[in-house]
């Protein structure tokens, strides 16, 4: 049975998609400098996330796209931070995080003051809040806030909304009542208490007549939001992930994506150490696979070029009467960082002017390390830019493991086994604790490139990626690399293209198109090149994030570059 969606007001569903980025951090930091952000703060936030993603479902139904995946993510969170401060506020330590703005607030206990009943939530922004858990896979999260502000309640009459409530209460927090929903206040429950009784029940029959009825009893609201019912989508969702059953109904008011939790064909390695799909492998064996890069040029101005070369060629410029410093050449890597980033967003290969930042960029941050590994009171001869040049011995902390990560890239990429060494030499922490998520990520790699078993820190590194799934963040590719060292060809090329699309979708939500990193991923890149000049490995992915001039020259490695590469 197909059911179409209803109208809504054109000209809202226009506002509500109208430079939402901007839009919405100027709504967060209006709110938390104007005072307390309150329940109400948190619900108008998460009301513009809805509406947001209801304009987007009017040209993507299904709303399978990474910004329908994060715009989601923090309507479950703004929601749910309603929910804790009525919860825990002014009692207990709690925050809210929204990776789409790059916005949060943390709540201190306010000790002397007592709850403000204005600030409670109702039964039904609990119910919506708790279906946007649901959806965003969120409940286990938020638990303990939903059951706190339920028992926070004011009694009152038994109404649908709160008889949802237990109902979800009992489904979820609470493992004696689990097999029962609550006594309905008529002989014959609502739509959506049935429906949550036949997952329970197991009774698909049941089920999908109860979410026909919910579908069908609207009406769902003249703004964008209403085209997205949050009861009948948080149901659907979690029969979907409960027993495996998709909606007997064909509508657009419960979008695939959120329904299945964004669930893809996909490619292939995502889920950590496990047998690739066989017709990923098939769809590899087929030929080169094309991915896409979407993000736009981002060209620098003569000015900035031009700005960038001469801090670059300071740094490495002897002063009369003054030694040249170290920490100059992490600003100058930088530099060059940026340059990269620009040439390359320009064009689907490196040109001569990339590859003179890469070459460059490879000897500055060998030179940093060179320096660092050089005895107190003596001076490390480098050579840069054809330029050699004398520094004096410097342990800083802005050599520490973030930048020697960025270091290593340019020298996998490049292949340069001299500018590899003082960076295999002195490894991630020569001069600075690395108190990164992925500090083992780090380890692996060092352990990797100087001969010593990176198996332990590969698995710790890949713990790390599962307890930090969904963070908001880019993690480095742990995946790719354990492949890698696994010396699995097949399993290499899936998990490539795996973190090329996670970097793809990262960088197609808000505006972060526009960020330096955007148009390449040096890790990735780095671990592509250095595949194919160390094991002689094929790349059967074809994009601009893998510039073809760049894994054509690591192919061409001389077998003797290769064995003192492994060697290292």
Partial sequence: MRIERHQVDAERVAQAGEDFVNRIGRQVHSYSRAGLMTTTEW??????????????????PDLDSPEAKAVLKDAAEAAAGAVSFAAYYPHDSFSVFLDYPNFGMGYDPEYGQERDPRHRVTAQEWVDALCLAIVADKVSAHGEAFCWARQLMPDEPVTPALELVDGFVGHFFEEAASAAAPTPTSTEPQPALRALRAVTDGDRDAFDAALLTLLQDGPHGTGPAGLLPLVPIALAALAYRTHGWTPAVDTDYLP???????????????ALGRDPRPDAVALLAAGPVDLDRPSPARPLGPDSVARFERRTLEAITPKEGEPLDAWELTGALRHQSRLLSARASESADATDALLANLRLGSQLGAAVFRVALAEPGTEAEVTIDGRTLRFPARRDRHFGPAFWETALSFALITGSSEDLEPLVLAGPTIAAEDRYPFAS???????HLRGAD??????????????????????????LFSQLVKGDETSFNLALLDALEAHRDHHSVADRATDTGAALSLDILGLACHARRTRGWAVHVRSAYLPSRLLQAAGRAPRGVREQEAAL
Avoid: K, N, W
Wanted: hydrophobic share 35%.
């Fill in 43 to 60: 619900q108008l936030i998460a009301d513009s996330f809805l509406d947001y993603l209801g304009a987007l479902s009017t040209t993507r």
């Fill in 256 to 270: 695939h994506a959120l329904v299945t939790g964004f669930e893809t064909p996909g490619p292939r390695v995502r």
């Fill in 454 to 479: 990176p198996l332990p820190a590969t698995e710790r590194a890949l713990r790390e990626l599962e307890r930090t799934t969904d963070q908001g963040f880019l993690p480095p590719p742990v995946v």
């Fill in 441 to 447: 990520y780090r380890t692996a790699l060092h352990d």
